[in-house]
């Protein structure tokens, strides 16, 4: 803990940017090789503001960095049929290294049956149940990791946090977040506890932890007097919570009351500006690691 009683910032931003540039240099590398850019491709179906907005942060940060992105734009009332058409299509082209389709899919569309579609060597999300399965096997890698929870490992790993023999405790059991966020954990030799919406007490289990997770999509759920002195707060959340003083009318909150916990905490990271920037910059990552798979398979 800091002395006097704040702790630590994780600036994921900044943490985000420089996995950013090692990214770009990597592509640039890739391409004198063998002539060729990673490519990803990022499907959206309907109109959600949020999914937009983050579609839109991620091209842009493909853009950025040298990766070619491949649009898929559908309308809200697109069919389960013609969804999979278009991953079949990407799943087939030789440019496309990595499929990323945006959740939450309307409600006519069954998550499942996409996400198994995607071909696992270009499932640069982790979601396909293939690279799940592998990331809880011992001695068995996936191909690509979950980018949000490889993103709050990474924010530890840079911030000189010890994770081998330390107690975590993740909030929350989301396929996209909680549940591989704990098995990554486990997987560097963490001791993990997952507490969820049915623990009975999870004040008193959150307190032990060395290492706190927060992926429950809970606004402000986990408060300064859940932590223990000094432990790592990883805060996944972004809750919208009505702010009329913004122009959005809205503001990002996570799921730990900052305010509180940064009193506790050793380490903390903000939201915005920790998790989120992570999530995209390891995508590019993925995209990456994909497309060097790739050149070395033809090669
Ligand atoms: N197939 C799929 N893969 C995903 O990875 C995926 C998804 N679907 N659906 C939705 C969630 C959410 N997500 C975020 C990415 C970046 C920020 C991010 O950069 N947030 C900024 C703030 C952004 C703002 O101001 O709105 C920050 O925290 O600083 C947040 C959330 C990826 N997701
Ligand atoms: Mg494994």
Not at 169 to 176: A, E, K, L, P, Y
Request: net charge neutral; glycine share 10%; hydrophobic share 40%.
């Amino acid at each position: 803990m800091a002395e006097n009683g704040q702790a630590k910032i994780i600036d994921g931003k900044k943490i985000a940017e420089s996995i950013r540039a090692e990214v770009a240099e990597g592509v640039t590398a890739l391409k004198a090789q063998t002539g060729k850019v990673p490519g990803l491709a990022v499907v959206i179906v309907g109109e959600r503001k949020d999914s937009q907005t983050y579609v839109r942060m991620k091209r842009k940060a493909c853009a950025e960095v040298g990766i070619a992105s491949f649009d898929h734009d559908l309308p809200a009332d697109t069919s389960e049929a013609e969804v999979l058409q278009v991953i079949q299509q990407l799943n087939d082209n030789p440019d496309v290294h990595g499929i990323l389709v945006q959740l939450p899919l309307p409600a006519q569309i069954n998550e499942q049956n996409i996400l198994d579609a995607i071909s696992i060597e270009k499932d640069v999300d982790g979601f396909h149940p293939m690279n799940i399965g592998r990331l809880c096997m011992k001695g068995r890698d996936p191909l690509s990791v979950p980018c949000t929870p490889k993103g709050c490992v990474e924010l530890l790993v840079r911030s000189g946090i010890t994770i081998a023999g330390k107690r975590a405790v993740v909030v929350g059991r989301s396929n996209i977040v909680g549940m591989p966020a704990a098995l990554l954990l486990i997987g560097m030799n963490a001791t993990v506890s997952i507490v969820h919406s049915r623990t009975d007490d999870p004040k008193s289990i959150v307190q032990q932890a060395d290492i706190v997770i927060a992926a429950a999509g809970r606004a402000h759920l986990v408060k300064g007097d859940w932590l223990k002195p000094g432990a790592a707060v990883i805060d996944v959340g972004t809750n919208a919570v009505d702010d009329p003083t913004k122009k959005s009318g809205y503001r990002l909150v996570g799921d730990v009351d900052f305010e509180e916990a940064k009193k506790v905490a050793g380490h903390i990271t903000p939201v915005p500006g920790g998790v989120g920037p992570m999530t995209i910059a390891m995508l590019l990552q993925n995209t990456l690691d994909s497309a060097r798979r790739s050149a070395e398979a033809q090669a």
